[in-house]
């Protein structure tokens, strides 16, 4: 079993900056994929970033060249630089690991933290 806890939630106006993290307890497998999602009120939750333990990163178009996604294999971290931050960045911020294979070997979620944008 895999426990996620994710820091680094808050208030923060456009234009700012926030960096969640992200700690994972339990057997990490290199095959594991770590990343972000999000979900805005009424909206489904969609992937921000993602990064594999070989460094493979992919993000979501609207946060390209503003997000930066980071994992620290030793430590089973993943962190999530958020610059230029834009009230549509509004949204709870989930952790998630999984299988790069398929959700269905392993799928794991963070509680979640909220991130507001707002001047």
């Known amino acids: 079993q895999v426990q996620l806890v994710e820091s680094g939630g808050g208030l923060v106006q456009p234009g700012g900056s926030l960096r969640l993290s992200c700690a994972a307890s339990?057997?990490?497998?290199?095959?594991?994929?770590m990343g972000w999602y999000r979900q805005a009120p009424g909206k489904e939750r969609e992937l921000v970033a993602r990064?594999?333990?070989?460094?493979?990163?992919m993000y979501v178009d609207s946060v390209k060249g503003r997000f930066i996604i980071s994992r620290d294999n030793a430590k089973n971290t993943v962190d999530l630089q958020m610059n230029s931050l834009k009230p549509e960045d509004t949204a709870v911020y989930y952790c998630?690991?999984?299988?790069?294979?398929?959700?269905?070997?392993?799928?794991?979620w963070g509680q979640g933290t909220q991130v507001t944008v707002s001047s």
């Open positions: 998630n690991v999984r299988d790069t294979r398929s959700v269905l070997l392993a799928n794991y």
């Open positions: 339990g057997r990490i497998f290199s095959i594991y994929a």
């Open positions: 990064i594999t333990s070989g460094g493979s990163i």
